[in-house]
Nanobody, 126 residues
Framework: VQLQASGGGLVQAGGCLRLSCAASGRTISDYNMGWFRQAPGKEREFVGISWKGGSTYYADSVKGQFTISRDNAKNTIYLQINSLKSEDTAVYYC?????????????????????WGQGTLVTVSS
């Protein structure tokens, strides 16, 4: 699976942005699709996941602010970010995991994801 993330840019605080992650090579309906982000000087962190069954789960830090959706027909997942804050400045990555089972909260860890997009930079100006 090749993943291409896009949609990042410079946004004012309080604004919103929708990131896209287009997949090719395989259908995303076979995968659980995650979003991660890496802020400057920090480690990459889990943002949320779109389970192939249709449900979603978010990190506590972004609940209510971020929304993941998927369009299997377009083979694309999206990350809607509302009420942007300066601390949302980061490179955002999409990733695909083909695992059938996850121990504990391992779906929040990078190691269970098989494929990664190149990342798209979101910069929030205050």
């Amino acid at each position: 699976v090749q993943l291409q993330a896009s949609g990042g840019g410079l946004v004012q605080a309080g604004g919103c942005l929708r990131l896209s992650c287009a997949a090719s090579g395989r259908t995303i309906s076979d995968y659980n699709m995650g979003w991660f982000r890496q802020a400057p000087g920090k480690e990459r962190e889990f943002v949320g996941i779109s389970w192939k069954g249709g449900s979603t789960y978010y990190a506590d830090s972004v609940k209510g602010q971020f929304t993941i959706s998927r369009d299997n027909a377009k083979n694309t997942i999206y990350l809607q970010i509302n009420s942007l804050k300066s601390e949302d400045t980061a490179v955002y990555y999409c990733a695909a995991s083909g695992r059938l089972f996850y121990s504990g909260r391992s779906y929040q860890t990078e190691g269970v994801y098989d494929y990664w997009g190149q990342g798209t930079l979101v910069t929030v100006s205050s």
